[in-house]
Nanobody, 122 residues
């Protein structure tokens, strides 16, 4: 299973970025939740947003609610994170995860991408 993020970069404060993430692999039977975490240097990884396979009832952290929007294309195991009104405090590495059940397993396991850097300049 591979989880690959894209869309990070440098943006000025007040600007927008759209991150994308796809989970792929021949052994995938089902992908349940997918989501985004972020990690600033010296800090723990924090949840940004997550979305179930139905694409409904997404959950957001307080700092993301109202500015960020997560969406999902379940047929493609792809999610997007639209980030608006960005501030320097949003600077971090953004990691995508996918909660995956593979053909040979009875359980779901989390798979993580390598992360994409988001830098917001003041």
């Amino acid at each position: 299973v591979q989880v690959v993020e894209s869309g990070g970069g440098l943006v000025q404060a007040g600007g927008s970025l759209r991150l994308s993430c796809t989970a792929s692999g021949s052994t995938i039977f089902m992908v349940n939740f997918m989501g985004w975490y972020r990690q600033e240097p010296g800090s723990q990884r924090k949840l940004v947003a997550m979305i179930p396979a139905t694409g409904k009832s997404a959950e957001y952290s307080d700092f993301a609610r109202g500015r960020f929007a997560i969406s999902r294309d379940s047929a493609e195991n792809t999610i997007h994170l639209q980030m608006n009104n960005l501030s320097p405090g949003d600077t971090a590495v953004y990691y995508c995860y996918a909660d995956v059940k593979e053909d040979y397993s009875d359980d779901f396991h989390d798979y993580w991408g390598r992360g994409t850097q988001v830098t917001v300049s003041s």
